[in-house]
């Protein structure tokens, strides 16, 4: 068997949403020469020799609770301008393949089944997807949309944590891209600490928290005190309306202000908003007011407007991680990855500023060298 | 003597402009503790080892052609908000000492000295300058309008850098903060190569570029093509006016750009604007708008905007500049300091991201450690 | 007695907040030649025949529940870059007479008047006012912080309608200059409708509702569809504070959303978020998001950032207000006065558009002149 | 013959511009009910018994110099997000209609002919346009790229003089949709001042300029004086190229000044920048930034960012254009039509300000009421 014939698998939950698309889709189109691999880090040149899943080896599945078939889901995106126009037809063979492949998640409304049943089922559809195509492994990468906040005191386990379950009893190496649970609550403590599989997370860092990453050490190598740091950001696709539940919105915002507060030492002044605006489409809209001060106490004001498309900045990130987890599982590593921290908001360790980030993933790049 | 009693000297080319001003009133409010040490690295953690002479060591001289007194141009200075009001008559004493240390420059309209004859009288105002304040050393820090680009084919030296030949052979550590030549002249080639003595530049980096050097990196690290990066700075004062010359702006943009080429391995489209705005006093808007490239081709736009007070922002670099080369040039160090470039739009040599050159400031604090 | 010796009183509710004591001080100065009257629009030449009282003919007292003198208070403003460094030591003494005419108001916290009592005070505070100071007659114009909305049901008036209450039992012309409720609660209704004197109000359009004022009929007259409106004040000072109590904001985001809903025809897609961010401190920045429709379906947007100081912008049009319905009454005029929608968010009828209110108030002007 | 039947000319100087495109592409759109009017005021009620000629009536040609088939340039704004996806195949036969009735326009590169000779030459395409389609009028309507300024002393008529020259010797209305200088230039003036028919320019008010007639007299009555007001727009396509020639920029932005200088009195200080920057494509990122004065001198800063794609602000206002421009003929109305200044950047008279243009506008609308 050749290197090229192992294959990958890349189970998504949220398998229908707007980021497992544009993921699935623009993996096929990189594959096939359609486009450049902007975005994906790890088709960088430093990258080159970490032996990590060529993109034409993964096959993608995954859970969803909607029915949206997978090519109709890409002709919307297309028609909101987050896919290129063409691009779905072109790739509708993968997009096909990668439908037949996503199983009805939970709980549903009106679900009688208990956690373990839950967890049980999606094991199972884990390991059928695995022995059907008889993957290397698999990697499970947490696209939903953001849950609320866990109220303490629930006796269920979020969702969140429920596939997050599954996937390490599935043997599977598990990335939380969004802000919710996964394996962060206290029940889970215990396999988010001494996991067999490697996993990562939490909470994508692709717009607004990116630039704060990059301009919150700005200010503290500079010695320009931070005095408000405010934001406000509009969007809308399934995300905007999502996030239109404050306990939601709340979930998304902690991870932001971590940023901050890590690296300046202290959570400055200011708040941050975001705002359903359906007419805004998968379009996002930042904007973020930074009041600082200068030399003798003078008030100096940094502001920036972001504007990109939500989910065609997540799809490379994820693709990156679902290389770079597959290529650590094969080499044994376990537990937290801290190294990873370049792509989460609310990383598990590591340190805050990109730059530093930035370092560590290449070590991390190094480290993955050898044989496959 | 006590390492206290040691002194040494500040000399700006320039000493009557809104930076000199700035610094000289500045460094004597924080040594009063009237105001804290905002904007100076030196006075970080990291540096308190460093061996750096204190505030209160640092005597101020320097050369300008102009001839209004500095407690006048102080007061000026905080009717347009750049100094806190009450500062000009709380370091009163302070800047009239400093003012009564500044020597007519040149070439004046219709001077009819030689470039020798002009060196030969700076260094005669730095030697005198030396003796009476029996200073252990003179750092000269140019902080003069910005020159037009020189000619090809001019017999004569332009003015900054009489003042950089003047420093070296007064055996002063030399700074240029400006885009003016200086040391980079072909005629000085020789001496910027061998020079015993330590020496920087060029083009202290307050603003726009200070962002770029932090923005630019994250596009290159996140794989995210930049496709345009434009820029329009709006400015008054007299560094508004100076830079309405379009030779002046020309010298400016070149270190602006410099910063993208080498981040970004290629100029991307895009041009940059300095406008003469008078009524903006020596407040400064800066908006930057980049184009770039994101997964599949999809067009994303990051715009920045700086509101600053560019005599603020230059002026804790300045004395953070003055310390560091003071202390370089006491343990000995010699030629181009490429250590700095965290101060600089045109380094000599070093990286081009912030927090690279950031940690080799550091460093360069540790190498600085040790025996005064 | 000449026209001169008429005097004519100016009664603040909330008389030591930022907006009465800037437009205090600012009176005393332009009265005294020490500024222009910017922003004053009954300064400008198509009032010069409408017979307003003078601007040294103003007489100010009022009435708050805090008790910091107002000299103390216009140093506060000057340190916080509201009014210029040295006004306030220059209209001393109009500051300290405007100060001995500030009574206490009330309900305070405990207090067991009734409605009726507290109403009663009131009117004898301006009797005794209007007495002393032989004054022709007195406006009373509520400056004071943004009360909550009130709840249905609630048997006792909000503090607005007792002071709105007062000033028509006293005779006095009423300009209501916040969101308050004023003499818009049900219980006023009568004497809303049925007033012998003039009154007006609601809500000064200071400044990000002055700008939509002006852009929602562009995009009307252009035929271009308003997608979403979405916006974000960040403001420090008493303000911020108040309208952090979001029963404060909702009153306040009433009157800013009437502007759109009235122009456009229909309330757009967004929201208005009211941020305290005490580093702001009297300083205010208001980002505006406008996503529109362009020919065949293109999506433009359009933003707008407004820098200003609320209290700056209100003091002008406050002390026009003050003037126009002053001579309003001496030619005796009654009930709302649409044609002052100029000055308001939420005014009592007329036009939408900031030109056509525009329009209106020079048409006032006109029908102002004649004898005094 | 039924009203229906009547139909009219349409004739684009630069008929395979984007502008000319678009609006061709449009009008068949909208005629064929695939996209509402959006952008279209004639379009709007206030129009509906004006006797406009009806979309479906309006038959499509024009001049260019280059040979690109409509179709394919059609092909080529929807790759670029100017039309959307699908209208060229769409109105595939009208473009095909329209591209067979585009001539070769002139003077080309080498071309002998004198001016006489062009204008000859460009009155029997009219005449042949006309006389094949049975049209009871032809609109001439310059869509061309921006020419530069011309100088003193030119022999020679600029290309855009010789089109409007033809116009009118061909009996056709005349529209002057850009800066260049048409029927403006001295040789034309008789022809301007005492044309028997109607004619409109200069120079069409889609973005920047538009947000400028609407801001500055808010200033105005605001009375806040406008201190500076500087500007910069990048843009790509053909007209980016072509604003890269520094006199045909010139020639733009004289324009734009004019806005403000008729509206606020006087030009304020601050300058505008027109960018080429082809990674813009066709779409257009403007930045203003106002500083003004506010009571007691206290200093505040609005900024606009606009992003449109120009052609769709342009297209709609071009057939906007014809239709009342043809309507007027048909009345009989001649010379410069000031009631148009809602078009233009620099309007052959009337206000300045958009609400006033538009009220000019509204009644130009009655005016053409009557039988047809």
Redesign the interface.
Known sequence: MTAQAVRTGVWFIGARGSVAT?ATA?CA?IAAGL?P?????T??PPFAGSGLPPLSSLVFGGHDTIDCPLPKRAEALAAG?????G?PSAVRAELTAADAEIRIGGPLPGDTRTDEQLITAFVADLADFARRHELARTVVINVASTEPLPQEGDARLPASSLYAAAALRAGCPYVNFTPSTGLRGPALQDAFDSCALPHAGRDGKTGQT??RS??A??FV?????V??W?G?N?LGGGDGAALADPAAAAAKNAGKERVLADTLGTAP???V?I?D????GDWK?A?D?I?F??????R??????????DS??A??LVLDLARLMARAHEKGLSGPRPELG?YFKDPDGGPA????Q?AALLAFGERLRGER
Do not use: K, N
Request: aromatic fraction near 6%; include cysteine; proline fraction near 7%.
């Open positions: 544009t623009g189109a486009h691999a902007t975005g994906m880090v088709e960088t301008e987050v896919l290129p126009h691009l990116l630039l990059v301009l050490p700005m190598q500079r010695a320009l005190p005095r408000a405010s406000t509009l002044e200011g708040e908003h705002d605006v359906p007419a805004m809209t904007w007011h009041a001060d200068g030399f003798l106490g003078s100096m004001i940094l502001q920036t407007i972001w504007q990109g498309c065609a900045l799809a490379p370049f500023a990109l730059s530093e930035y």
